[in-house]
């Protein structure tokens, strides 16, 4: 079955509506509608503004909001938000009853001071109109609320660049194993001198920065960084460019390293 994020792109390509178009009708950010669409929820302040946000932006385009937001807290493994029963006394009595005062009047004051806040950080987050001025006490208040959450979620996010960045090989290991002797040969790249050529009839090994090898036989088994390259169906030799992070380019036969000497051995 297609993910949260799946869902929501399909249903807006599908309706051919562009990403600015949602931002301006339900006044939620386009880069926390790009993080919805990429499951990259840590990019939110938390899971409370997930679920708003996969509501607004599930009614916009259409679709059950609430089978949108129960996925997300099945996924994210959160707890119902199903009300409590009513407890009842083992033995079947009804509880005591006790006469019900109406709350202190600091306890409203703080309440009503609690929601305002609340308030400013929602629109700062979705950048809703009508708001305090940005130069009022509550106005700055959300903008610096806004601030601190797109902060970290830069900030998360450079994190992740950085340990993609480092787990990234920065050189070519390339291991050529033979079933049968067969040509070879193996530059650092267009232009440049063969590191090897000859008949290979045992496993070899190379490393650079950039590699280009030409295959008398299809048959051997090549492996760069540790996985296997597939060769194609080709019966007669091959040519690959193999490069760090990146899938082997095939080389057109006139191209390839030590083209005008190679042959199968």
Same mark, same amino acid.
């Given at each position: ?10 249903? *807006? ?16 950010? %386009? &880069?926390?509608?790009?993080?919805? +669409?990429? +499951? ?14 996969? &509501? ?8 059950? %909001?609430?089978?949108?937001? +129960? ?32 709350? %202190? ?52 996010? +450079?994190?992740?660049?950085? *340990?993609?960045?480092? !787990?990234?090989? =920065?050189?070519?290991?390339? =291991?050529?194993?033979? !079933? ?40 051997? =088994? ?41 042959? %199968?051995?």
């Amino acid at each position: 079955m297609p993910g949260i994020g799946e869902t929501l792109r399909e249903a *807006r390509m599908r309706q051919q509506i562009d990403i600015g178009e949602v931002e301006r009708a339900t006044k939620i950010r %386009a &880069k926390y509608l790009r993080a919805l +669409e990429n +499951e990259e929820f840590d990019l939110l302040p938390g899971p409370t503004f997930v679920r708003s946000f996969l &509501k607004t932006y599930a009614d916009h385009l259409g679709l059950d %909001a609430r089978v949108i937001v +129960e996925e997300f807290r099945a996924s994210e493994g959160l707890p119902d938000e199903d009300p409590m029963p009513a407890f009842r006394h083992p033995g079947g009595r009804e509880p005591t009853r006790y006469e019900q005062h109406p709350p %202190a009047t600091g306890l409203l004051v703080a309440a009503g001071i609690a929601a305002v806040l609340v308030l400013f950080l929602v629109l700062g987050l979705t950048g809703g109109d009508g708001g305090p001025e940005p130069g009022g006490e509550g106005g700055e208040r959300g903008e610096r609320g806004q601030q601190t959450a797109e902060r970290e979620a830069d900030e998360r996010r +450079e994190r992740r660049e950085r *340990r993609e960045r480092r !787990a990234r090989p =920065k050189t070519v290991r390339l =291991k050529v194993s033979p !079933a049968e002797p067969t040509y070879v040969c193996v530059d650092r790249g267009e232009g440049k001198a063969p590191i090897y050529e000859g008949s290979l009839a045992s496993a070899r090994s190379f490393r650079g920065r950039k590699l280009r090898l030409n295959l008398g036989r299809p048959s051997a =088994k090549v492996r760069v960084n540790g996985d296997d390259v597939d060769l194609g169906t080709e019966t007669m030799s091959v040519g690959f460019a193999f490069a760090p992070g990146k899938d082997p380019r095939p080389i057109p036969s006139g191209d390839r390293p030590c083209a005008d000497g190679a042959g %199968a051995a």
